[in-house]
């Protein structure tokens, strides 16, 4: 841990919301405060429940219930994991009962849960982002779509799971998805409206940032792999892994992501009368013209949080707190030299159809300096650890070189059992290849 001063009012008890991978870094995390606070997870998962939180079967999106929960067990500190809570404002009604709460509330939750509104904010204060037009009917939308070209991008205005963005290769792809959203109501009513806007090409990669009104902080760099298949082919989906710290993202090149991206956002969601306490997650495409805004996120992204939390050599619980009590100012975020990287288990089928159910066994006694973070699974009524999700596990390794966290992960992702179980195996490919 990094010599900060640990506040004497740091919270004694602490709810995470949700059940995913991400939230169970977070348990994991917190669980190493030196404040030592009682951990409860809603609705939780097997794994965070292997780290000592008690879990509570209220639902992510239910308010109501989560409201009642913190109120039951005296809650003093809330940490909001899914982007679907914070759009619906449960960060507002914690408010009302006098509950701090680490993320943004509903007028922050809305710049992931509109992503034209975004588009909106970039556009107004000229963050650089691709070019894009929004449309109710298919007809324009087409229209626009064929003066525009191939490749292009397709995405519900709404929250879909992560699913809701297509990169169309040609205009066929483009048009289907068009009509799929407007016609066929594929995402209801996050699909109502779509934005449709230019393919930027280059690399990808994933900016956190902690943010507290306009004072923030830049988490250790970061990139995803979204396709489905090895060599990025197939689907997106959630992530099917990655890995920390980014090479392709140099010191020069962070600093001027921070000068054009980073400090402009916070300044221009400020500006808009949004006090934002929470993760901001900026999506940023590398193009030979310069880094330009994708997405914004308003939490912690999965996986990316199974190797970013790792590296901090920090109080996490203190740094969550801070921000959300606007006292960031003057955190040292002291971040390890280590490298980390996630490898995703999913179900085979994912992300189209899945079978849930099927057992899983861990490897015993688990390897030093891997952690297995549970995202998609449950225990059935024999006490077996089962698949519950298309994402199931996130394997996390750490070391001192990327090519050592590759080698430890992977390892164990063979020692781990289950008969549904697929994975890519070159998650990292890009930073390997570029050495």
């Known amino acids: 841990m990094a010599d900060n001063v640990v506040p004497n009012n740091l919270p004694s008890s602490v709810l995470v919301v949700g059940s995913g991978g991400r939230e169970h870094s977070l348990v994991r995390e917190i669980a190493r405060s030196p404040a030592a606070p009682r951990i409860l997870a809603a609705p939780g ?4 429940a292997s780290e000592g939180a008690s879990c509570h079967a209220v639902a992510a999106d239910d308010l109501d219930g989560m409201v009642a929960l913190a109120t ?14 914070l759009a619906l404002g449960l960060v507002d009604r914690l408010e009302e009962i006098g509950v701090p709460a680490f993320g943004p509330k509903a007028d922050g939750g809305e710049l992931e849960a509109s992503k034209i509104r975004t588009k909106q904010i970039l ?21 626009y779509m064929r003066s525009r070209g191939a490749p292009i991008v397709v995405k519900a205005d709404g929250l879909a799971a992560g699913k809701g963005v297509i990169v169309a290769s040609d205009l066929s792809e483009a048009e289907a998805a068009v009509r799929d959203m407007l016609e066929g109501n594929k995402f209801g009513s996050s699909g109502s409206r779509v934005l449709i ?28 792999h979204k396709r489905i298949g090895e060599g990025d082919t197939g689907p997106n989906t959630g ?4 890995y920390s710290p980014a090479v392709v993202v140099t010191p020069e090149l962070l600093q001027q992501i921070e000068k054009e991206i980073v400090r402009p956002s916070v300044e ?51 740094l969550l707190w801070r921000a959300s009590l606007g006292q960031l100012a003057g955190f040292d975020l002291s971040v390890n030299d280590q490298h980390a990287m996630c490898v995703v288990i999913a179900s085979r089928g994912y992300p189209e159809s899945y079978d849930k159910g099927d057992a899983i066994n861990l ?53 781990i059992d289950c008969v549904s179980k697929v994975f890519r195996r070159d998650i990292g490919a890009r930073q390997f290849n570029r050495k």
């Open 45 to 48: 998962n097997p794994g965070m």
């Open 72 to 85: 039951a067990e005296k809650v003093e500190f809330v940490v909001v994991g899914p982007e679907v809570p």
């Open 123 to 143: 556009q107004k204060y000229g963050i650089p982002t691709a070019p894009a037009e929004v449309f109710t009917e298919v007809d324009p939308a087409l229209a």
């Open 197 to 224: 806007e230019d393919c930027l090409r280059g690399e990808e990669t994933s900016i956190l940032v902690i943010v507290s009104g306009r004072d923030y902080l830049i988490l250790p760099t970061s990139q995803d």
């Open 239 to 242: 992530g099917m892994g990655t």
């Open 268 to 318: 221009a969601i400020a500006d808009e009368g949004i006090d934002f306490r929470g993760t901001l997650f900026i999506g940023i495409m590398l193009t030979a013209d310069g880094p330009s805004v994708l997405e914004y996120n308003t939490r912690f992204g999965d996986p990316e949080t199974q190797v970013v939390l790792p590296r901090l050599d920090c109080d996490v619980l203190e």
């Open 363 to 415: 490897p015993e006694p688990m390897p030093a300096n891997v952690a297995v973070i549970h995202a998609g699974t449950a225990t059935n009524d024999s006490g077996q650890l089962v698949t519950a999700g298309g994402r199931v596990l996130g394997v996390t390794a750490l070391a001192d070189s990327l090519k050592g966290a590759a080698d430890l992960a992977y390892a164990t992702c063979e020692q």
